[in-house]
């Protein structure tokens, strides 16, 4: 359940607090340092070198063995420089040295090595490529030793603030045996309801799980990213009347800095004490932690309580304090904010309770709370200044922090100086890094990003590169930090696994918020705040991560290794160096842009993703020279051939040419051994047919073993029985995609599917949908990871498998024209989630029984001509969600039972008879408007004129919209049913 949004008229430290609040803090456990992150890739590096390459170059083992151990030295005391580099320019500047050192080792490591690759193949090309490499061989090598001299020198300058470093180090380690907590921020501020906006429901909810919950012991937790004033709403809760009376015991504890665990234990026992006028014990030893927690849950005991664990940051805080609470039938409670969702499932698998995720302010109570904090005297914007104002809220995106920061520096100028308010618009960014008001948003919101250990925060910071206000595919990011080499390799996971699980902790943290699911819940488009990006933008740049070149920002430095470029270059632009480069993204960059980059980008280039580039048509000639490029993507251009010579990229793990007009790959596709991700297809939608198009290819794929995603193979042409059989070799396979499947290849697919013990995702298509036999009944043992199918042909009969593998959540068929009824055989499958179905059978009446589909949430008919009703039994499809029928033209009433369906939030109708539209549009007192009185939104609607006019009815305030509302789906767009 979500709570509600609020507003705060202030926000900070707990200055001017009284009464039970007190500060504390708690123990974290030691994260890894920006500053180490380069070195200990580089340390991997150079071990990897060590053991596999060393051996032919002996004449340079010593240097490379001084450069590590050197490096495994510095590393030691870059964990302490790193909580110096803020306030000490000297730590700083040497910091940057190494890092920049470790970039060059890097280079030079990786161009020996690509060297190295170029030696092989042929005899005779072998003997050519030594030859020619020996001179680039001896430069290498002289510059390996010259590093050694470099790195003699920043070992010497360091020694001056050695000991600096040493009193750091000893203090830190002390703090760590004694279990010191990290500090973040201070205390909300004591507000008035007058200062808040939209806190009423949120209030309410919590005071309903407050007052009137179970009488056992419950955690309540307030979940939400920086800014969106969790404290401050759960302090109102806490200080509210009716919860002062409830309970016997009230506490507060703020997990800051500088206080031990015992401290933290401590307080909480002298304000337990002080509450129930008990004197707290002295004569015994209170540095026992364990006889603390014994003490105060020896005076909570029989007493109803109300404890409040205010930011907690990790699951380890949590797990050090929660055995104090017992759990004795008086109805405590205790509630905590976070900004990590793991901290909130695990206290609610310990006592069970709530979780309320914090959501942002809506645009009008922003507007409301920003009027009423930046023109005090009337609350209006003035006319001149709405236009400005609204794209400075813009910014702010709903969080309460930055809009009264915001709101406190506009309050001072003046209404008339129209100019001095869109300076502010235009250089927000700057605004808020240079202005001390200000910069207490970044201090709120960078926290979360100083607590990431240093491999998360080299995926938040790759979020720089994206487009300001862009959503983000999951599996887009997945694949790049693989690329990128940001994920360490764990036993029993994939890399693209361990990359799904990074960003699962950057989603628990509050850092990304998902803006799109799929049916089966899991993550599709995610986005970054706008302010959060800012921080990104703002590290990386002082890290030398990333640099990018936008309408605010048109340079970048000169030894670069990752540019993301939003805007057309400059002239004085084009010759900058770019030899260092690693990564270029050109998000929709002008066609002459990326001429421009790729004739000064290095072949050292590991990652080049052109999504979107405009009016690019042909394939890039210069990037067949990148022989270490792992990722590529031409998604969303107008490319139309691969040419030939791709076959020299050995290293590309990801080619992505979705959305693009190759349908054929060349031969030489198959020389990529370390593909992993292959994805050329598009979608074209007329009217109402929906065409896929995928990719033929001459090439034995059976060679590319290491692929994980093939999608999608037009299976029509006469190799396709050889090609089928290869499939089977390859045993890495995820989700694999095929178009124009012949009967007669049905059988060998089967065997080889059965041989793909990785499949989580099949999707076939028949040659001909209307026509050609779908034949998939020879599959005798499926995937046993299969979890989404989707099948389009016709079926003689339901797949005998289907029906008996419980690990489906996805089911898509389409065009099947079955002879039986399938609702019998697949209501009885335990985890399907999704199920679509498109003129699968021949329906007069529809009936689904109950029991059946217990987890089923969502449900998509389609195109069927002679359904004339559906019926819904009690107990049927209890979890159901979202219900979209279309082209059904005869249906003229509401399913009979819908009103069974009480989990239902969506009921969609596309294309059905006009009496069942028009009972749905205004006839409050018809049997069929009552039937669906209790679902939130209706949407219905018919294609006209070449698009989907779509009306949408929200019953929580009971507007109807049109298609060009926000409840309405855009005109033109494909109903759900068809994506």
Not at 916 to 938: G, N, T
Request: proline residues 3%.
């Amino acid at each position: 359940m979500n709570i509600g949004r609020l507003g705060l008229k202030g926000y900070g430290g707990a200055r001017g607090w009284s009464g039970t609040i007190k500060s504390t803090t708690f123990p974290r456990e030691r994260k890894e340092k920006m500053a180490e992150g380069p070195v200990t890739f580089l340390l991997n590096k150079l071990s990897n070198f060590l053991e596999y390459e060393i051996c032919h170059f002996r004449n340079i083992q010593e240097e490379i063995i001084y450069v590590r151990d050197e490096l495994a030295r510095v590393k030691a005391f870059l964990k302490i420089a790193d909580s110096l580099e803020e306030s000490d320019e000297q730590v700083k500047v040497w910091v940057e040295q190494i890092r920049d050192l470790t970039f060059n080792i890097e280079d030079i490591l990786d161009e020996f090595m690509l060297l190295s690759i170029q030696d092989h193949g042929h005899v005779l090309q072998a003997m050519l490529c030594k030859l020619r490499n020996m001179k680039a061989r001896y430069r290498v090598i002289h510059e390996l030793k010259q590093v050694n001299s470099r790195i003699k020198s920043i070992c010497e300058g360091h020694k001056r603030f050695r000991p600096k470093l040493r009193r750091v180090g000893q203090h830190s380690r002390a703090d760590d045996s004694d279990n010191h907590w990290y500090d973040h921020r201070s205390d909300a501020l004591l507000l008035d309801k007058s200062d808040l906006v939209g806190i009423e429901e949120s209030k309410r909810i919590l005071m309903e799980h407050l007052v009137d919950g179970l009488l056992e012991r419950e955690v309540i937790s307030v979940v939400g990213m920086g800014g969106l004033g969790k404290t401050t709403l759960v302090k109102q809760v806490y200080d509210d009347p009716a919860v002062k009376k409830h309970f016997h015991i009230r506490v507060w504890l703020t997990f800051s800095t500088s206080c031990k665990l015992v401290e933290l234990l401590k307080d909480m026992l002298q304000q337990i004490a002080c509450q129930i006028r008990k004197p707290a014990p002295q004569r015994v030893d209170t540095s026992n932690k364990e006889w603390l927690k014994m003490m105060i849950k020896g005076f909570l005991l029989n007493k109803r309580y109300l404890i409040v664990l205010d930011d907690v940051w990790n699951v380890i805080e949590w797990e050090a304090i929660k055995y104090a609470f017992p759990n004795d039938g008086c109805g405590s409670r205790v509630m905590l904010t976070t900004r990590n969702a793991d901290v909130a499932s695990a206290s609610q698998a310990d006592f069970g309770g709530k979780i309320h995720e914090s959501k942002p302010l809506n645009d009008e109570e922003s507007w409301k709370l920003f009027c009423r904090k930046t023109f005090s005297e009337t609350n209006l914007c003035p006319p001149s200044l709405e236009e400005t104002c609204k794209s400075i809220l813009k910014k702010c995106e709903g969080l309460p922090l930055p809009i009264v920061a915001i709101s406190g520096v506009l309050a001072s100028k003046d209404t008339q100086r129209v100019d001095e308010w869109d300076l502010v618009r235009r250089s927000l960014r700057a605004e808020i890094d240079g202005n001390d008001r200000l910069k207490k948003i970044n201090k709120v919101l960078a926290l979360s990003f100083n607590e990431l250990p240093y491999y998360l925060k080299c995926c938040f910071l790759h979020l720089s590169v994206f487009p300001e206000g862009y959503g983000i595919e999951r599996m887009r990011l997945i694949r790049l930090w693989v690329a990128e080499g940001f994920v360490e390799a764990k036993e029993g996971r994939t890399l693209e696994e361990a990359a799904d699980y990074y960003l699962k902790e950057i989603l628990n943290r509050s850092l990304l918020q998902v803006t799109e699911w799929t049916a089966d819940r899991r993550v599709k488009v995610c986005r970054i705040h706008h302010l959060l990006q800012q921080i990104a933008i703002k590290k990386s740049k002082e890290q030398s991560f990333a640099a990018r070149v936008d309408e605010q920002n048109s340079s970048w430095p000169d030894k670069v290794r990752r540019l993301s470029v939003h805007t057309k270059f400059q002239s004085s632009q084009q010759n900058m160096s770019l030899s260092q480069l690693r990564s270029l993204y050109m998000s929709g960059a002008e066609k002459s842009s990326l001429k421009a980059a790729l004739l000064h980008v290095g072949k050292l280039l590991t990652v080049l993703d052109l999504q979107a580039v405009p009016n690019l048509g042909k394939f890039p000639m210069q990037v067949l020279e990148m022989y270490s490029l792992r990722y590529l993507s031409l998604r969303y251009t107008e490319v139309k051939t691969v040419p030939s010579s791709i076959g020299k990229l050995q290293n590309l793990e990801t080619l992505d040419l979705k959305y693009t007009y190759v349908t054929v790959l060349p031969r030489e596709i198959m020389e990529l051994r370390r593909l992993r991700q292959l994805l050329v297809y598009r979608y074209e939608t007329i009217s109402y047919l929906h065409s896929k198009y995928g990719f033929r290819t001459p090439a034995d794929i059976g060679s590319l073993q290491s692929l994980q995603k093939l999608c999608y193979w037009e299976a029509d042409d006469e190799r396709s029985c050889i090609i089928m059989r290869d499939i089977g070799k390859m045993l890495h396979l995820r989700r694999l995609c095929i178009l124009k499947l012949k009967k007669e290849d049905g059988t060998t697919l089967c065997s080889s599917i059965s041989r793909l013990t990785n499949l989580v995702a099949l999707s076939v298509t028949s040659l001909d949908e209307d026509e050609e036999v779908l034949d998939l009944q020879n599959l005798s043992s499926p995937p046993p990871l299969l979890q989404r199918i989707y099948l389009k042909g016709r079926l003689l009969e339901m797949p005998h498998w289907i029906p008996t593998h419980e690990n489906i959540v996805t089911l898509h068929l389409r065009l099947c024209c079955l002879k039986d009824d399938p609702l019998i055989s697949l209501q009885n499958l335990p985890n399907l989630v999704h199920l679509e179905l498109e003129k699968v059978y021949d329906w007069k009446v529809l009936h689904f029984k109950a029991k059946g589909f217990k987890k089923l949430q969502k449900l998509g008919l389609d195109n069927y001509v002679g359904l004339r009703g559906i019926e819904v039994e009690g107990g049927a499809m209890p979890s159901l969600v979202q219900l979209i029928i279309q082209r059904c033209k005869v249906l003229r009433n509401v399913p009979v039972g819908i009103e069974y369906l009480t989990t239902l939030k969506l009921l969609e109708f596309f294309d059905v008879h006009d009496e069942l539209v028009m009972k749905l549009e205004h006839d409050d007192q018809s049997q069929d408007y009552q039937r669906v009185a209790h679902i939130p939104e209706l949407r219905y609607g018919s294609w006209t004129d070449g698009g989907w006019d779509v009306k949408s009815v929200d019953r929580t305030g009971d507007e109807a919209g049109s298609s060009h509302g926000t409840n309405g789906r855009n005109r033109g767009e494909l109903p759900p049913c068809w994506k």
